[in-house]
């Protein structure tokens, strides 16, 4: 059973723990981390979601990510979302953003990651993602305007790197 801190629209820790699955309050939300990789090359990571998951099975996204445990901060679940999807262990990040979605009752933590690895290295998360591939900077707004990434995720990430917002 996964539990989270809950917290108010201010980041500010409430005193009560949330579970994964029940409800959450209203004006009460739960931390995600993404992280955006780049590697020393300029090409961004996009990793191919498992076909069994609940939203968006097959999609693309280029981050790595996840829920904030109880008594871990965002970054590091971050680090620690990142290692266990992709296997890259993240020395250091850059917080971009801070996105609150009331309707979902989550904040989530934008960080990017600069890396120098192997680009055959990655290590794909046995449920959770079934695929990776490298996008170079060149082709980065054009894929993450397709419709082979997750709805949302991609406007955010497009925030976090261009600073605009995607028209589609």
Known sequence: MEKWDAYD???????FDLTRGENIPDDVFHLVSEVIVINLDGNFLAMKRDYNKASYPGFYEVSAGGSVLKDEDPTDAAKRETLEETGIRITSLEKRNIYIFEEYNTIFVSFIAHVDIPKDSIVLQ???????????NEEIYSFLSSDACVPGRNQRTINDLFGVTLNK
């Open 126 to 136: 046995e449920d959770e993602t079934i695929n990776y591939k490298w996008i170079s």
């Open 9 to 15: 629209s201010k980041l500010k820790k409430l005193n």
